[in-house]
């Protein structure tokens, strides 16, 4: 019987090195990942999936001694090009540099991965699942599981020799596909184009961001946030078609996001309650005394909606 014991505890204690050094190359890759999106240089063209819809993208991505550089460029719908330089993005149409917000096109394929990656083995279970093929190149598969059902498990292919991510995709209940981004065509390194790498000229709206834009204390909390979220930014912010400045506070588990948008109430058409979607982002509003929240995060449509519901002013 002791032997039994034994015997069972040897095991158990080898699977959980088995994870525990499982657990340790998943992270030791992802900081890979996210280190290579900003110091690679590739240029390639990827596609993302959602809602049975395909968009096409080409992107050009260099680093110089100035920093790096990223070009974006649509290749079907509105014709759109986004040229980043470091923190500063450029979005350019009708022949004009328009400066925006970074964060309204941050966490943009292949640099899905942010800075923090301690959280994630708090959150999420990561298993390696061999390697694949992926526009040519040799991937390591790995599977971000989530430890509940507020989350999406998060399924990525990672270069074996660059670090670069190929494809990442986001799976919800029994792993039904919500949204992918793939590389069909990838050059890594060798003779990139360069020739698009300057600063934009006669930029306008870059004098305002910041004018716009002011940390802020508001009084807003939140008790119903899934395990793991913490506090990344609380800012008051003008934002297009708002009468008056809105409340933003920002949530994050180490991979995904949850924005809080707080408003007066003005009454417009479209503040009303309602839940809207797009691949792994969902946005849920409603009309709660005098103000209009918001609440919009790459989480399921259920965190969003226990979020906005534990919304409430605590004072200042």
Request: proline letters at 3%; a negative charge; glycine letters at 8%.
């Amino acid at each position: 019987m002791k032997l039994l014991l034994v015997l069972c505890g040897l095991m158990l204690a080898s699977v959980g090195n088995v994870y525990a050094e499982e657990r340790s190359a998943s992270l030791d890759w992802l900081e890979t990942v996210a280190f290579a999106g900003h110091q690679t240089d590739y240029s390639g063209v990827f596609v993302y999936q959602y809602d049975n819809r395909v968009e096409t993208s080409k992107i050009i991505h260099v680093t110089e001694v100035n920093g790096e550089y990223e070009k974006l460029e649509s290749l079907d719908g509105p014709q759109r090009q986004i040229v980043r330089h470091d923190g500063q993005v450029w979005d350019y149409s009708d022949h004009k540099a328009v400066q925006v917000e970074s964060q309204q096109v941050s966490g943009k394929f292949p640099s899905l991965l942010p800075e923090q990656l301690s959280a994630l083995s708090a959150n999420y279970q990561a298993k390696l699942l061999g390697v694949e093929r992926v526009a040519g190149y040799n991937a390591q598969v790995i599977l971000f599981q989530p430890k509940d059902n507020l989350r999406y498990a998060h399924k990525i292919w990672v270069h074996t020799d660059s670090g670069l991510l190929l494809k990442a995709a986001v799976l919800g209940d029994k792993n039904k596909l919500v949204e992918q981004y793939a590389f069909t065509q990838l050059q890594i390194g060798g003779d990139i184009d360069r020739s698009w790498v300057k600063l934009p000229q006669n930029v306008s709206g870059s004098s305002a961001i910041a004018k716009e834009i002011t940390p802020a204390n508001s009084g807003w909390t939140v008790d119903m946030l899934p395990a793991g979220y913490k506090k990344n930014m609380e800012i008051l912010r003008s934002m297009r078609g708002k009468h008056a400045p809105v409340t933003q506070m920002v949530f994050s588990d180490g991979w995904s996001a949850i924005s809080i948008f707080i408003e007066p109430n003005d009454q417009d058409e479209d503040d009303v309650d309602g839940l809207s979607s797009r691949g792994a982002m969902n946005l849920y509003h409603k009309v709660v005394d005098k103000n209009l929240i918001t609440v919009v995060g790459e989480v399921p449509p259920r965190t969003v909606m226990q979020v906005l519901e534990s919304v409430r002013y605590n004072g200042k």
